[in-house]
């Protein structure tokens, strides 16, 4: 596949070595700063891309997906903090008959472990001696607090437990890649569900498998999509 990333930080350059590694082809990158209220995504620049990702800021990435789906190009995006456009955009990816992933979180383990989560606060609800509470560590870098993935986690939960509230925690700090906990406190023993990415490669791998679930499909789609076939 030719590919397109916008965004050249961290994942992006993650995301080129995995894609290279793998026979495709980066075929154009395109900076932060050199993509002004998305400029630098012309059709002519995109002509000839068959998947893009786009791993920006939460200001940088609603005009980037407008731009990419106005130009039909096929988009994974991994930025989060934008989730107020998500409808804007998505009428435009559907209107001009094109495809968007989107996801707080490309890790397959990850998404494993919000359903299992899920499950969790099935189990634990009625059990009213235990207080719930939610933990996530990133990198000092990460701009959004809390996480994506952590609100989702909270959702997730809080649907399968609604009578009880999942207070999140974030640290901002070091170069973590990504830590979420679910934890149940009681008055005799404690309960912990944890997922800890060890590298960016994780987020990487799901990015790019989505990349190559994209082709011939339209639509607006999560993750869940691509793993499971269904966004529940």
Known sequence: MRLA????????RTIAALAKARGHEVALVVDEAENAGGEA??????????AAFEFTTPAAAPQNLLRLAEAGVPTVC??????????RISAVVRERAGALVHAANFSVGVHLFLRTAREMARRFAGHSTFDAFILE???????DAPSGTAL???QLAAAADPARRFPITSVRAGAIPGIHTLTYDGPHDTVALTHTARSREGFAAGALLAAEWLP????????ESVLFGDDS
Do not use: C, N
């Open 152 to 154: 989702t986690l909270q």
């Open 137 to 143: 560590e990133h990198h000092a870098q990460k701009l």
């Open 41 to 50: 995504l012309a059709r002519e620049s995109l002509s000839g891309i068959q």
């Open 216 to 223: 011939g499909r339209k639509g607006v789609f999560t993750f």
């Open 78 to 87: 991994g930025t989060t903090g934008w989730d107020a456009e998500l409808p």
């Open 5 to 12: 990333l916008v965004g050249y930080g961290r994942m992006g």
